[in-house]
């Protein structure tokens, strides 16, 4: 079994653990197999009449015996624009492997093929008609859309920050032209915390040397703090690896010059997810699926991203502020888990996520992931949320929000101001964080005895900085051991839960009114 061959000797002992569990499993009662040269009108009984596609073989199991095993082939699988989505009929034991040494590779996408040669630059264009994406993949390494200034040579020097506009010093930017919705984007690096926001159409003028963001950030942007890097443009396209979209027209400068593009495996990451394990309730949950053995490359990005959220009545940390609790909108992972147990992931190679390698989300208990090699990560390599719990305060904030988001009777003055009573009506909409409360502590403790162990996690954050390598938050009781952590932006480990302050409330638990000493 071909687990991490980057990890060291430590995961011989692992695959010989995986070996002796593998030994005593129940005899298999059913059988499904796939191959890239199968067609999805075949019965899948057998290595000889194989179906095409993952989401085929998901749909022959339902029904079926357990426990099952889907044996992939080697071989490249593509998933489109849509997930390989599995809920709780697809549980029970079932056994998704493939080919040893990482020979059954899916891609979480759509190929890109039509390539011809751009100007003399080593650039390339292929028509594409498809949906806007904002992660592109080449064989097994992400790319990344081009950017100004280039990768390693820090920020634009900058003239002005203001709430929505930022300027630069004249001749240090390349003329540039945004022209179509979600072409270009702005990231802004504010102290440790990172956001991305698109570039309002029209606003960009050569002549001031300035450009209007489409929102307003919400982290702060002081002179001689943080910085600002410029996405998406054509015009900034200059290194191997990047990528922009523009006129029906993908562009892309490989990073291997040698092999013919055509032969090159250059996918559109566009789904989010690439694996969805989704339950309907704690009370209906996906259980005792393994995938192991498998590659998995790409998933999509959003084109906006915020970490940390000011979100309460007051700036800059009001009542309901969440600096610990991650949008909804980069509530992502190349594998989503929500209202799951006893999921193992071993011996696989998860690359090139477009925003989290691994997401569970909510209800997460005796999951495993195991002896993988995750690299590439857009933001975390394995990020595990609990529930987002409310406070008294955060019920009285709850409130506004509703009426916010769906009503006239309320003041200004009473959500703190115009631009506040907007960004509440936002959350409310996109459900930023959906607080819940609980009759006591332990019904909300949801997320906790997963395993995330001998795994090798290396070059995280390339999308966005300011996470860790491992990330929780309202998640307790997780084994964590044994994992080589490399590059990542901030922390290797992070550990957090939800703020309460003095003499707030939370599942029926009060805080203290003050703090207390304590001596040694």
């Known amino acids: 079994m071909s687990y991490c061959r980057h990890c060291g000797a ?29 067609s999805d009108g075949s019965s899948g009984t057998s290595s000889d009449t194989p179906v095409a596609t993952l989401r085929r073989a998901r749909d022959l199991l339902r029904g079926a015996p357990r426990p099952a095993t889907v044996h992939i082939a080697a071989g490249h699988y593509f998933l489109g624009n849509e ?60 790319a ?8 390693g040579s820090g920020y634009i020097a900058l003239t002005q920050k203001t709430s929505d506009t930022v300027g630069w010093v004249p001749g240090t930017v390349p003329n ?94 566009i789904p989010e997810r690439a694996v969805e394990l989704v339950g309907s309730s704690s009370a209906a949950l996906v259980e005792d699926i393994t995938f192991s053995d498998l590659t998995f490359v790409g998933s999509g990005a959003n084109y906006s991203w915020q970490i940390a959220w000011d979100n309460g009545p007051t700036s800059p940390h009001g009542e309901g ?33 477009g925003q989290s390698t691994v997401w569970m989300q909510g209800y997460a208990q005796n999951n495993n992931i195991t002896g993988n090699l995750i690299r590439e990560s857009g933001l975390c390599a394995v990020y595990i949320s609990g529930y987002c719990r409310a406070s008294s ?64 996690m290396v070059n995280g954050n390339l999308a966005i900085g300011g996470y860790a390598g491992i990330y929780l938050y309202e998640s307790g009781e997780n084994t ?4 080589i952590i490399k590059r990542f932006a901030r922390d290797a480990i992070g550990l957090f839960g939800s703020e309460l302050a003095f003499g707030e409330t939370q599942d029926g638990v009060r805080a203290p009114t003050q703090s207390t000493k304590s001596s040694l």
């Open 144 to 151: 990344a859309l081009a950017r100004h200034p280039d990768p």
């Open 176 to 269: 540039f032209t945004c022209t179509e919705a979600h072409q270009c984007q702005a990231y802004l690096q504010c102290n440790y915390f990172a956001e991305i926001h698109n570039v309002a159409l029209g606003s960009v003028n050569q002549s001031t040397s300035t450009l209007k963001y489409e929102r307003q950030p919400h982290c702060s942007m002081h002179m001689g703090m943080g910085g600002v890097m410029l996405l998406g443009a054509l015009e900034f396209l200059s290194a191997p690896g990047e990528f922009a979209i523009s006129g029906g027209y993908v562009y892309y400068r490989p990073f291997d010059s040698f092999t013919p593009i055509e032969n090159l495996i250059i996918v559109a990451s």
């Open 393 to 456: 305060s955060e019920d009285r904030r709850r409130r506004r929000l509703a009426v916010a988001a769906n009503g006239t009777d309320v003041t200004d003055a009473d959500v703190g101001g115009g631009r506040e009573r907007a960004r509440l009506r936002e959350a409310y909409h996109s459900r930023e964080c959906v607080y819940t409360s609980f009759s006591s502590p332990e019904e909300a403790y949801v997320s906790k005895n997963n395993t995330i162990a001998h795994n090798y």
């Open 480 to 483: 964590i051991r044994n994992n």
């Open 83 to 142: 997930s390989l989505s599995l809920g709780p009929p697809d549980g029970g034991g079932v056994l998704w492997e493939g080919e040893p040494n990482g020979s059954s590779v899916v891609h979480a996408g759509t190929r890109i093929v039509g390539w011809r040669r751009h100007g003399d630059s080593g650039t390339y264009r292929a028509p594409w008609t498809g949906s806007r994406f904002f992660a592109l993949t080449e064989g097994r390494h992400a």
């Open 321 to 353: 502020y969440q600096s610990n609790y991650i949008m909804t909108a980069m509530q992502q992972g190349q594998f989503y888990f929500e209202n799951d147990s006893r999921i193992p992931v071993p011996g696989c190679e998860l690359l090139a996520a």
């Open 10 to 38: 430590h995961l011989v002992v692992l695959a010989a653990v995986a070996a002796s569990s593998s030994a005593a499993r129940p005899a298999i009662q059913h059988e499904v197999f796939v191959s890239p040269s199968g």
